[in-house]
T-cell receptor
């Protein structure tokens, strides 16, 4: 059974609007959470993280929210830009291991 | 830049042949990982290493073996490649960032098994 679910395979947003990407998990053992971004033909790159003791972390246009009681993680991108078009993976960590979701493809149109 | 390179970047091979993929890092990180990425599956861990000659299995280790004889190199071997192993393979290294471990990924190797 999947421990990490990104239920939306794709998301389309207009430039300047908010993009919200979601991630749900089933196990409470994870103590940190990360988002990675991946462009075609490149390796994933780290975007933003949050510790299990926090509920929000912000870095420029990117904000990650954690709702531990609901076992839900979300990434908000405001304002969205065409260069944000990529595949976004949530990754849940315990120790040195990461478990990745299947990814959501974000398309931002100008 | 975590200084991770992968070779080859692309490879086409035939079913039943052995294949070795190489991951090289320049930063002396302890932890190294091999993942595969497939449509509809995201990134799945194959094997990882926590030091020279110290390795362990990940989620999808069947059909793969690894070796790490030097800190900087982590090799992934398909002893007898199958079409189901057609995938994009990513190597990663891990760096502690306070309360969490951030993984840095290499550029990937696209492997096609005919």
């Amino acid at each position: 059974d999947q421990q990490v679910k990104q239920n939306s395979p794709s998301l389309s947003v207009q430039e300047g609007r908010i993009s919200i990407l979601n991630c749900d998990y089933t196990n409470s053992m994870f103590d940190y959470f990360l988002w990675y971004k991946k462009y075609p033909a490149e390796g994933p790159t780290f975007l933003i993280s949050i510790s299990s003791i926090k509920d929000k972390n912000e870095d420029g246009r990117f904000t990650v929210f954690l709702n531990k009681s609901a076992k839900h993680l979300s990434l908000h991108i405001v304002p969205s830009q065409p260069g944000d078009s990529a595949v976004y993976f949530c990754a849940l960590g315990a120790g040195t291991a990461l478990i990745f979701g299947k990814g959501t493809t974000l398309s931002v149109s100008s | 830049d975590a200084g991770i390179t992968q070779s080859p970047r692309h490879k086409v091979t035939e079913t039943g042949t052995p294949v070795t993929l190489r991951c090289h890092q320049t930063e002396n990180h302890r932890y190294m990982y091999w993942y595969r990425q497939d449509p509809g599956h995201g990134l799945r861990l194959i094997h990882y290493s926590y030091g020279v000659k110290d390795t362990d299995k990940g989620e999808v280790s069947d059909g793969y073996s690894v070796s790490r004889s030097k800190t900087e190199d982590f090799l992934l071997t398909l002893e007898s490649a199958t079409s189901s192993q057609t995938s994009v393979y990513f190597c990663a290294i891990s760096e502690e960032r306070g309360s969490y471990n951030e993984q840095f990924f290499g550029p990937g190797t696209r492997l096609t098994v005919l």
